[in-house]
């Protein structure tokens, strides 16, 4: 079994941390044995072979991007629908020798930062921070990502969602990822190739606000449907590639520079060119937003380790069905763990799940069984003493 130790970091955020050696992991009917591999010294990211085009576009390809849906505003009946928000999250450190990944999840915002600040409702706020070349980078993110956001940058304020507020709310994110790498540059206890990709998802009354650099990914379930909530950064993709070779970089066997299997990072600094300079490398990140709606049921954010070996709409499935036995964030997030490990990942795990409503009803328990009468028939001789038995019974 996996040993919890819960850590409590700045603004009193609590963020799980599951160191484990090579232990068998069960869940229901899977049993997951996990192995120490050696990952190669020169991929700080992901000690997998040879990225091909065709793997990386198939776990992306049974899913509707969020930029491909005609109108991101609520239906008119929708206008009422405000989300109802619970979460919960599982890491492990997979078949790697050290845990390189952190996360945070805070489903009520307001109440975590106090009345200096003031947002629409609900709000809350989740990430998943994928380290690479050590755990430096990825730590120092989590323990510094509230601070960084809301007290070093003017994020904005208000008491709805409207045109203002969401573009504040861009610029203010862009700003903080930005702020965020120059800060691991400046700090001594981060190794200059230590670096990690970030993805952030935040939730304020309706609004869905998903940014991200890296390949972490964030899957909306839509009537049990995914749709994809970012987009991977790799470089082997045709928009990266081309990004990546203007600026003087190279892509080799799927390797940024032959070392990294992102195109966009946090920290990396011994990758990136002096401050000031475009560098192939960047901590730029992208963003979705999506207005949610009664057929929005619940929010998966992911390290790559899961998205290696399962596509968005297998792990919509996997969640919906367990919601729908269960209605546990937190458990589900642990099956989707536990289904990585059995389809072999390579990688350390992390995922929050992240549910809009609680469940009408959950999946019926077996119906009892209808009586069932047997008839059977009696010898003449057993008759006649029942008869006699009812008789004396009766007299009695």
């Avoid at 700003?175 to 200059?192: E, I, N, R, T, Y």
Wanted: glycine fraction near 6%; include cysteine.
């Amino acid at each position: 079994m996996v040993t919890e130790t819960k850590i409590l970091c700045q603004q009193n955020v609590a963020v799980e941390y599951f160191p484990r050696g090579n232990n068998v992991h069960e869940v229901e009917d899977v049993v997951a044995v996990s192995q120490s591999i050696s990952p190669k010294s020169f991929d700080r990211n992901r000690p997998l072979e040879s990225v091909s085009a065709a793997a990386l576009s198939s776990s992306q390809a049974d899913v509707t991007p969020a930029d491909k849906i005609s109108d991101l505003g609520p239906e008119p009946a929708d206008l009422q629908f405000f989300p109802r928000l619970r979460s919960g999250s599982f890491a492990d450190i997979g078949p790697r020798r050290y845990m390189e990944d952190e996360h945070i999840l805070i489903d009520d915002l307001s109440s975590q930062l106090g009345s200096l600040f003031s947002f629409p409702t609900p709000s809350a706020f989740y990430g998943v921070f994928d380290g690479h070349g050590g755990p430096e980078a990825a730590a120092y993110v989590r323990k510094n990502v509230m601070r960084l956001l809301f007290d070093d940058v003017n994020f904005p304020r208000a008491s709805e969602v409207d045109n203002i507020f969401l573009e504040g709310l861009e610029n203010t994110l862009r700003k903080a990822f930005h702020q965020v790498d120059l800060a691991l540059a400046d700090d001594c206890s981060v190794s200059s190739s230590s670096g990690t990709t970030a993805l952030t998802a935040m939730i304020f009354g309706r609004l869905l606000m998903v940014a991200n650099a890296g390949d972490c990914r964030a899957v909306l379930c839509r009537k049990g449907q995914a749709i994809d909530m970012s987009q991977d950064h790799r470089p082997i993709y045709p928009s990266e590639r081309k990004r990546v070779e203007e600026l003087g970089g190279y892509v080799d066997d799927g390797y940024l520079n032959g070392v990294l299997s992102v195109s966009r990072a946090l920290g990396d600094w011994d990758m990136k060119f002096p401050r000031g300079s475009a560098s192939p490398l960047i901590a730029e990140p992208e963003f979705r937003r999506m207005d949610l709606t009664e057929e929005d049921e619940f929010l998966i954010i992911g390290c790559d380790g899961i998205w290696d070996v399962m596509s968005s709409q297998h792990a919509v499935g996997l969640v919906r069905r367990g919601l729908r036995r269960h209605d546990d964030p937190e458990q589900c997030a642990k099956d989707l763990v536990m289904e990585a490990l059995r389809l072999n990942t390579f990688d350390n795990l992390t995922v929050i799940v992240v549910c809009f409503s609680s469940l009408d009803h959950r999946e019926p328990s077996s119906p009892p069984r209808d009586r069932r009468y047997r008839c059977c028939s009696l010898s003449a001789e057993a008759l006649c003493s029942l008869r006699t038995l009812l008789d004396s019974s009766a007299s009695g």
